[in-house]
Each structure stands twice: as C-alpha cells, then as structure tokens.
C-alpha cells in the first residue's frame, strides 16, 4: 500500500459520538486526501491537504473536518457521526507536482478503514 | 454531467478472453490517466498510468488513451481469474491537486 498505513482499519460507533481517523504516509509526499466509497457512487473526495496546515474541502465536505500537522499524518474528524456516514474511507497521497511528463501526479491508496455507525 | 463515465457492468468473460474496459471524460485540461484495480474489501491498486495520448503496454495490460475523443481504455489479454475484481479510471491535469474516478466497472473472469 505504498507506505499508508489507516488506523483503525475497522470501527463500530454510535449516532453522536465524535470519530477520529488516522492516515500515515512513509513517501513525504506533499498531497493528502481522505475519499469515501460507497455503492453506487464510486469514490468521492471528502477534504484534501496540500501541504502542513493546508487543507481544502471536496465534493462531500459537510460532517467532516481534517488536519495535518505533520507531512506524514492527515487526520479526519466526525465530529458527530451520523448513520449517512457510515462507509469505507480511504487515504490516498499524491507527489503532485507540477507539470512535465515526468511529473507523476498519481495516487497511492490506503487499504481502507470500515466505518459503521449504529 | 459527470467529469468522468465508467459503464458498471457487471462484465462477465471466460478465461483466456480479451477484456476492454473504458471510460469517457469531458475536461480537456486532464493529462494524467490511471487505471485501478480493487478486490473485494481491499484499496484500489495502480495498475497503469498514462500521460498525455497514445498507448502502454505492461504484461497482458494495455492502456490507451485517445485525448481527441476523450476517451481512454484497458485492454487485458488472455484474462485469468485473478483479474477478477473492480477497475477505476481515473485522471487529472497538470497542477494534480484534484483527481477524477469513474465508478468502477467489475469483471468476473470464469475458469
């Protein structure tokens, strides 16, 4: 899983307890995401991170918050789970850097964290 | 309209099949093109990246892209049931800070 670990891998909680999930990159790269995936709708990115303390919201932003006080840590918070939340939330880094074909603006996923909220 | 269309499926071939797998896209700024593969409860896996038009070949897989259609596919030859699984496309454009999935398409290969 090109040097992501995600803790903890699976998690049962309940409505209205706050939720903390890890992301943990070896590589140093600088792009951070958290994505979630469910049936039907594919991957779809929560917030993304472009460098420590730099952080911008996705397309499913709304419930979540991130942050990155290390280059190699990337937290997501919900800070009051809701049963739409429960799902599989991935990970991903990106060297992203900018422009020549040589650039390899690729991601690396995670192996995924469970999350399912009663 | 969806920045990226993948057709679901499902795709059920036998072993030894030609499998094509395809996805449109309706940004022209895209020019990095990758393709995934996800088992069952697993993360996706990079299988190919592109960048920019033309063809990639690694072992039975083979990327192409074709920017003037905008439309890109996976070609995987003599297909085993180890291919088995869900493929992602995904893309995105020179700055790189936000990337595009289609919604996978799954593949059952049958011995």
């Known amino acids: 899983d090109a040097g992501i670990t995600q803790s903890p891998r699976h998690k049962v909680t309940e409505t209205g307890t706050p939720v903390t999930l890890r992301c943990h990159q070896t590589e140093n790269h600088r792009y951070m995401y958290w994505y979630r995936q469910d049936p039907g709708h594919g991957l779809r990115l929560i917030h993304y991170s472009y460098g420590v303390k730099d952080t911008d919201k996705g397309e499913v932003s709304d419930g979540y918050s991130v942050s990155r006080s290390k280059t190699e840590d990337f937290l997501l918070t919900l800070e009051s789970a809701t049963s739409s939340q429960t799902s599989v939330y991935f990970c991903?880094?990106?060297?992203?850097?900018?422009?020549?074909?040589?650039?390899?603006?690729?991601?690396?996923f995670g192996a995924g964290t469970r999350l399912s909220v009663l | 309209q969806k920045e990226v269309e993948q057709d679901p499926g499902p795709l059920s071939v036998p072993e030894g099949a030609i499998v094509s797998l395809n996805c449109t896209y309706s940004n022209s700024a895209f020019q990095y093109f990758m393709w995934y593969r996800q088992y069952s409860r697993k993360g996706p896996e990079l299988l190919m990246y592109t960048y920019s038009s033309g063809n990639k070949e690694d072992g039975r897989f083979t990327a192409q892209v074709d920017k003037s259609s905008k439309y890109i596919s996976l070609f995987i030859r003599d297909s085993q049931p180890s291919d088995s699984a869900t493929y992602l496309c995904a893309m995105t454009s020179n700055t790189g800070n936000q990337f595009y999935f289609g919604t996978g398409t799954s593949l059952t290969v049958i011995p």
């Open positions: 991903a880094i990106s060297e992203s850097s900018r422009g020549t074909p040589l650039a390899k603006n690729i991601q690396y």
